[in-house]
């Protein structure tokens, strides 16, 4: 971002066409994850890739979380206006993007997005709504929240973002299985977000593990927490944070999905177009 030490964690125009076939063992300083898990996390991928034969990894693009059978919840800036549903696809219960897909890719139908979402000079409402063009039907889905984020709770952070980053990011540096962290909220007074440029938005860290980060291609993936019923709780859109995914430098920042909430529901509803 100009004139920012702040940055889209999510992959950049450049980055779109990241894919890798050797395995890494961590995103920054995560652990490996099991979909099995949490199979309402989705990988989002250009289309293009789907005709190369020789390329055995699928390419990451955006992560999201499927809320409903047919709607999927993701960053605003992964897409932004411009973007064309037919050039995505996107994946569900993906634990080694390296191999073959046991399922098949899901197209999309829509791209809903708010009127009032920005990312420039400023970052504001960086959250989108994906509509599937055929349903994919779980036991169980990511659940919006219904009370507000509190200072500490703890959240779990899942990707297939990068796992180190030099210069711009190395798409070898992308893991092949997908990867968690835990993260706790921080107070709005001890973010580092620049003054007025971030609207919609709580960060997070791991001070027991001060490296661990979201990075590029991280994007639009969950932070969610798990209730009493353990139902997953999505609380949280990953959106950006510093341009060397340096934790100690920036915190981790993600979409307040609970602010949110009326415009989704209204969305699966069929009342928002």
């Not at 009032?116 to 039907?137: A, N, T, Y």
Request: proline share 6%.
């Amino acid at each position: 971002m100009a004139n920012s030490n702040v940055v889209i964690i999510a992959c950049s125009l450049l980055a779109l066409t990241f894919y890798s076939t050797e395995a890494v063992p961590r995103i920054i300083d995560g652990i490996l994850a099991h979909i099995q898990d949490f199979p309402f996390v989705a990988l989002i991928s250009p289309r293009n890739w789907m005709g190369w034969q020789h390329q055995r990894s699928m390419q990451v693009h955006c992560g999201g979380s499927l809320i409903h059978p047919k709607f999927v919840v993701t960053a605003y800036h992964c897409f932004m206006k411009k973007a064309n549903a037919s050039n995505y696809v996107v994946y569900f219960y993906v634990q080694n993007r390296c191999q073959p897909s046991n399922f098949p890719p899901h197209d999309i139908q829509r791209l809903h997005t708010r009127p009032d979402s920005l990312v420039g000079s400023k970052v504001q409402h960086d959250i989108m709504v994906l509509e599937l063009v055929q349903p994919r039907v779980l036991p169980f889905y990511a659940q919006l929240p219904t009370e507000r984020l509190t200072v500490s709770q703890i959240g779990t952070v899942v990707g297939f973002g990068l796992v180190k980053i030099v210069g711009s990011g190395n798409p070898k540096d992308l893991p092949c299985s997908l990867q968690q962290m835990n993260e706790f909220v921080l107070p709005l007074a001890r973010c580092d977000f620049l003054e007025g440029r971030i609207i919609g938005a709580f960060c997070a860290f791991n001070p027991l593990r001060h490296f661990a980060t979201a990075c590029r291609g991280d994007s639009g993936g969950p932070w969610f927490t798990r209730d009493a019923n353990g139902e997953f709780i999505l609380f949280g859109v990953s959106s950006f944070g510093d341009e060397k995914c340096n934790q100690e430098r920036f915190h981790d920042a993600f979409t307040n999905v609970y602010f949110y909430r009326e415009w989704i529901i209204g969305i699966v509803n069929g009342f928002i177009f």
